[in-house]
T-cell receptor, first 112, second 116 residues
Framework: DQQVKQNSPSLSVQEGRISILNCDYTNSMFDYFLWYKKYPAEGPTFLIS?????DKNEDGRFTVFLNKSAKHLSLHIVPSQPGDSAVYFC???????????FGKGTKLTVNP | GAGVSQTPSNKVTEKGKYVELRCDPISGHTALYWYRQSLGQGPEFLIYFQGTGAADDSGLPNDRFFAVRPEGSVSTLKIQRTERGDSAVYLCASSARTGRMAGELFFGEGSRLTVL
């Protein structure tokens, strides 16, 4: 059974600094990982993804790192901006399945 | 609009009643998903359609839940004999992907269901 854990329910960062959001997973078949961002009263929006054949994927201010030996995923946002304040979910697709398993989310607050 | 549209945005019902939630996906998207998000939790997979057929309904919690997509576009999630534990935000998403690889899902704003 897939499990995705985001152990930090919240994170507060100063504007301009780096935000690091973490996620742990249990299964290690060929996998695909995604990060979604959610503002209040809106649906989640896709942010960035990475397949298990890679260690890193970068898109502008957002970089996702995958540590397969530790079964750990992290999202780095640098520099952080107040508009980045949202709940961030990591999601896991086992074996490329269309079924995504989401973590509980981490609420990021970027203070001006 | 160009995004995923869900109606109603809010639904309050009494225990035991029947509820229908509608999803209008992005035009041309063949894949459609229903997820449920309870307070303090991440979205939980319910069912996935590829075209008109339910390709994976393993997330439906019990036989009170049913979903259809008769013409391969609009989908309706149906909940019979609602229970207080069904209270959640029901999220619909669509995707243009047709392969096995999960990719970017486009979510609607959700339908908040409250069962009294």
């Amino acid at each position: 059974d897939q499990q995705v854990k985001q152990n930090s329910p919240s994170l507060s960062v100063q504007e301009g600094r780096i935000s690091i959001l973490n996620c742990d997973y249990t299964n290690s078949m060929f996998d695909y990982f995604l990060w979604y961002k959610k503002y209040p009263a809106e649906g989640p929006t896709f942010l960035i993804s990475i397949s298990s054949i890679k260690d890193k994927n970068e898109d502008g201010r957002f970089t996702v790192f995958l540590n397969k030996s530790a079964k750990h995923l992290s999202l780095h946002i640098v520099p952080s901006q107040p508009g980045d304040s949202a709940v961030y979910f990591c999601a896991h697709s086992q074996g490329g399945s269309e079924k995504l398993v989401f973590g509980k989310g981490t609420k990021l607050t970027v203070n001006p | 609009g160009a995004g995923v549209s869900q109606t109603p945005s809010n639904k309050v019902t009494e225990k035991g009643k029947y509820v229908e939630l509608r999803c209008d996906p992005i035009s041309g998207h063949t894949a459609l998903y229903w997820y449920r998000q309870s307070l303090g939790q991440g979205p939980e997979f319910l069912i996935y359609f590829q075209g008109t057929g339910a390709a994976d309904d393993s997330g439906l919690p019990n036989d009170r839940f049913f979903a259809v997509r008769p013409e391969g576009s609009v989908s309706t999630l149906k909940i019979q004999r609602t229970e207080r534990g069904d209270s959640a935000v029901y999220l619909c998403a669509s995707s243009a992907r047709t392969g096995r690889m999960a990719g970017e899902l486009f979510f609607g704003e959700g339908s908040r269901l409250t069962v009294l």
